[in-house]
């Protein structure tokens, strides 16, 4: 089946690094994604991997994916306030036009 | 650049009245096009997709339906509201070579 798991929260203090983690089922995933939401807004999307990568770097953004444990991460570097939103991971099937979305983490920044 | 429009913004309808929501795109030819449930405030739930006019694939069985008149024009209805319709709806339009899903700003729609 198809399956994205991922921590309901998380919280760290303004100027730390946060990891956002999050793990799926499907092995024939092409594409995997991060997005934002923040409050009574859409989802925004923050980064994503093809699953032949590794390690994807974007200014603060650090993406790892380990394809054998299907296990991805989000690493936000300096942590500020503004990053505080719900990060949803999601993977995107071979072949197919469906994304399949996890529940989401709920990042909290103290200041 | 691309940009997709979602109206309205917020709703309130009694149970049992008619729904429609509208998601429009703009930059763009032939996109893919999405419906999304968010329900208290967390996971989303895949409703519709459409690769094409008049072309719609259901993910769950519902109370809803959805219908695309035009390449960019995506359209969410009900003919009879129910309290469980109430949540947070994500129009999202993707290209088909990356296909990767872009949202819209979302409906907030409170059945009562």
């Known amino acids: 089946g198809e399956d994205v798991e991922q921590s309901l929260f998380l919280s760290v203090r303004e100027g730390d690094s946060s990891v956002i983690n999050c793990t799926y089922t499907d092995s024939s995933s092409t594409y995997l994604y991060w997005y934002k939401q923040e409050p009574g807004a859409g989802l925004q999307l923050l980064t994503y991997i093809f699953s032949n990568m590794d390690m994807k770097q974007d200014q603060r953004l650090t993406v790892l994916l380990n394809k054998k444990d299907k296990h991805l991460s989000l690493r936000i570097a300096d942590t500020q306030t503004g990053d505080s939103a719900i990060y949803f991971c999601a993977e995107r099937h071979g072949g197919y036009q469906k994304v399949t979305f996890g529940i989401g983490t709920k990042l909290q920044v103290i200041p | 650049s691309q940009t997709i429009h979602q109206w309205p913004a917020t709703l309130v309808q009694p149970v049992g009245s008619p729904l429609s929501l509208e998601c429009t795109v703009e930059g763009t030819s032939n996109p893919n096009l999405y419906w999304y449930r968010q329900a208290a405030g967390r996971g989303l739930q895949l409703l519709f997709y459409?690769?094409?006019?008049?072309?719609i694939s259901s993910e769950v069985p519902q109370n809803l339906s959805a219908s695309r008149p035009q390449d960019r024009q995506f359209i969410l209805s009900s003919k009879k509201l129910l309290l469980s319709d109430s949540g947070f709806y994500l129009c999202?339009?993707?290209?088909?070579?990356?296909?990767?899903?872009?949202f819209g700003p979302g409906t907030r729609l409170l059945v009562l």
């Open positions: 999202a339009w993707s290209d088909r070579v990356v296909e990767t899903q872009y």
């Open positions: 459409s690769v094409g006019i008049g072309q």
